[in-house]
């Protein structure tokens, strides 16, 4: 369930905005999404695993805010990102 150190480079490498950026608000919400990915497949295994099910949606809060303050501050870079990382429909 933990990203790992490779796929985490990839997904900076992917959506920085520049060389020593790891931190903006796109590649942190890139992240999230990666977990909310691994964690949702590890929950299709294991339905009773409510810790992890809580876990998840403090995650996805957590995303659902960066997105609101991405959609705020930039709104030509939410709608970029949200089709890179296919979000929304």
Avoid: C, W
């Amino acid at each position: 369930m933990v990203l790992t150190l490779d796929k985490k480079k990839k997904i900076i490498g992917t959506f920085q905005a520049h060389k020593k950026d790891t931190g903006s608000s796109e590649v942190q919400i890139a992240l999230l999404t990666e977990k909310v990915k691994e964690l949702t497949k590890h929950l299709k295994a294991h339905a009773k695993d409510f810790h992890s099910r809580q876990g998840l949606f403090k995650i996805v809060g957590n995303r659902r805010r960066l997105l609101n303050y991405l959609k705020k501050a930039h709104p030509r870079k939410y709608s970029t990102l949200i089709k890179q990382l296919k979000i929304r429909k």
